[in-house]
């Protein structure tokens, strides 16, 4: 069984009974790299005159982040998540979230300004991850934005998931799945500690935080 089958079935909430209801989940818009990343785009760059940005975020959990952009930016917020206890929480929020996973986004050919991946890509199967990027490419308009906050690391490796039997994280340089394609450029990819946020020597607790630009007529 696929581990995205697996996290469509129980894991993802699983994930998210472990991540939801302490004192140490509360939501500080301050200390969310993704959110700071989102903020620093300018709006003539993420949105066409006149138009609401569009942005989706993968792996959204229960839409907390996405909650805050609609409510304080005015963006127009989606989100596929496989937790569908997580699923329910972003919908009551006012959050339209599609249970799922990241290799099939049901959304129209370059219809949204953003495309974030929250943190979700170590967990994806391997052998999904063409279909994964192509897919994100194809819902991503031209230009376009595209960030991800996951776990870093110069050459991939692999290490059992201590909280299920079977199943495996994977650390790598997840910009590569885009920035070998001419149309795309990392503009920004800042390493930091998972938990800390601060920056360290130590490998192992490495994530990164990468902000790359689409825009295919670039070289045109």
């Not at 490998?203 to 990468?210: C, G, L, M, N």
Request: aromatic share 10%; hydrophobic share 35%; charged share 25%.
């Amino acid at each position: 069984m696929k581990q995205r089958d697996v996290f469509l079935k129980s894991e993802g909430d699983a994930w998210f009974k472990r991540n939801s209801g302490r004192a140490d989940t509360r939501y500080d818009p301050d200390s969310d790299l993704l959110l700071t990343e989102i903020l620093a785009l300018s709006p003539e760059s993420t949105s066409r005159t006149g138009e609401t940005t569009g942005l989706l975020e993968i792996g959204c959990g229960d839409g907390t982040r996405l909650a805050w952009l609609q409510e304080n930016r005015m963006f127009n917020c989606y989100g596929v998540e496989p937790s569908e206890k997580a699923v329910a929480v972003a919908e009551k929020q006012g959050i339209a979230v599609h249970r799922g996973t990241a290799e099939h986004l049901p959304f129209d050919d370059r219809s949204l300004d953003i495309v974030v991946f929250g943190f979700c890509l170590y967990l994806c199967d391997r052998q999904d991850l063409f279909r994964i990027a192509c897919e994100a490419d194809r819902v991503l308009k031209n230009p376009g934005w595209l960030l991800i906050l996951d776990f870093y690391a110069p050459m991939p490796s692999k290490r059992e998931y201590h909280h299920r039997p079977g199943l495996f994280s994977h650390k790598m340089d997840y910009t590569t799945l885009f920035k070998w394609h001419p149309g795309y450029t990392v503009y920004s990819h800042r390493l930091c500690h998972h938990s800390e946020g601060g920056y360290t020597d130590d490998s192992q607790e490495w994530i990164a935080v990468s902000v790359l630009r689409k825009d295919l007529n670039h070289d045109e």
